[in-house]
């Protein structure tokens, strides 16, 4: 396998940051369902475009479909272990794209629309990042 492969898929962690990994895949995947399809209370596609544009996230349409595309498709790389690095590389960006441009401004606390959970969530994205994807994973399985 060559080295670049092994180094993305590689992994020294155990069964927590597995524990982990699904959980904040899980939570990704679900927000970016919100944002792709409408699915769980969210307003889809034109309502994600809507809402960006707003914040001056332009042109609305493709950035709500880069970041529902990437929590959808890294939430669901989280949840089964395959490429996390990279996964995890992106919803870190979308991550901090969402403390800067929505939630600094309100502060730290989640009941003034502040930054903890993103921050909570980055955290979980920077842990994957630095460890893999953990015991259970598909990139385990790969890598051997």
Not at 9 to 17: N, V
Not at 77 to 87: C, F, N, W
Not at 109 to 116: I, K, T, V
Request: charged fraction near 10%.
């Amino acid at each position: 396998m060559s080295t670049l492969i092994n180094k993305v898929l590689f992994t020294r962690a155990g069964y927590g940051l597995t524990v982990l990994r699904i959980f904040v895949g899980i939570i990704f995947a679900a927000h970016g369902a919100q944002k792709l399809f409408g699915a769980f209370g969210g307003y889809g596609l034109a309502g994600t475009a809507q809402y960006m544009e707003s914040l001056g996230l332009t042109p609305g349409y493709v950035m709500a479909t880069l970041a529902g595309g990437t929590e959808f498709f890294g939430g669901l790389a989280l949840i089964i272990g395959l490429l996390v690095r990279p996964a995890a590389l992106g919803l870190t960006f979308l991550s901090l794209v969402a403390i800067f441009t929505v939630h600094i401004s309100n502060g730290l606390f989640m009941a003034n629309n502040g930054y903890e959970f993103a921050l909570a969530l980055l955290g979980g994205n920077i842990a994957v990042l630095i460890e893999g994807a953990g015991k259970l994973s598909a990139d385990r399985a790969i890598a051997g």
